[in-house]
């Protein structure tokens, strides 16, 4: 996820005092968390109780393929060294992380019989990715991070400003998925997805699912000067 142009403004509003890592832990395991498990909901990503095995491995199988990209870019963004792709890339990787360990999470439900079988259902190399991502990891993360290179705070703002950004690619409004209906690109489509009696409208990738940028997508910029 590439943040550039400046037109997104969102305040804000953190702690006045130090920030300490501990509120930066606490932050990330709670309100961060929640988020971003209520935005996978409402574009179509959250777990259904009817969920089979198979359709549970596919979806760890396209969030490690979308963590590996993650991870890809903050180890570029060191070497470049980019510290504002730096800061893209670590709060990323924490975002798409979520959602891989709740799917993981999930996966505990099923017997080791079942995980089997419906890993029959998938090629090697879609299963290599499983090996893959984990030994990935830790070294994009510390590339990103660095010794200390961000304040615990500028960590929290950072992640409060991709969470706005990424609340961008889905809405609740009939009018604005009709005018992203209008001006879909090649290869994607709107996907209706009913959280609590509101329907939430996003545009997927037809290929994997993957949820994509509207035509009036606003970037945001990470500001670390």
């Known amino acids: 996820m590439k943040v550039r142009r400046n037109k997104l403004v969102k305040q804000v509003k953190g702690f006045k005092g130090q920030y300490t890592n501990e509120d930066l832990q606490a932050y990330l395991d709670g309100e961060f968390k929640q988020s971003v498990l209520n935005w996978n909901n409402r574009v179509g990503n959250g ?3 009817d969920i089979t095995c198979t359709q549970l491995m596919q979806k760890i199988i396209n969030q490690s393929s979308r963590l590996l990209e993650e991870a890809l870019e903050g ?33 505990d439900k099923f017997s080791d019989e079942d995980i089997t079988e419906a890993s029959l259902s998938f090629s090697e190399d879609e299963l290599l990715i499983l090996q893959i991502v984990p030994q990935m990891l830790s070294p994009a993360m510390i590339a990103s991070q660095g010794a200390n290179l961000f304040s615990p705070k500028r960590v929290f703002i950072a992640c409060e400003l991709i969470i706005a950004n990424n609340d961008q690619k889905y809405t609740s409004d009939q009018d604005k998925m009709l005018t992203w209906k209008s001006n879909l690109v090649k290869g994607t489509q709107i996907k209706t997805t009913e959280v609590d009696g509101v329907d939430y409208y996003s545009i997927v990738r037809l290929e994997d699912g993957k949820v994509m940028k509207s035509f009036d997508f606003e970037e945001v910029t990470l500001d670390l000067g």
């Open 75 to 107: 180890l570029t963004a060191y070497l470049e060294k980019d510290t504002t792709e730096r800061m893209d890339a670590l709060v990323d990787i924490q975002f798409v992380k979520v959602m891989l360990d709740a799917y993981y999470e999930a996966l």
């Open 47 to 49: 777990i259904s109780p």
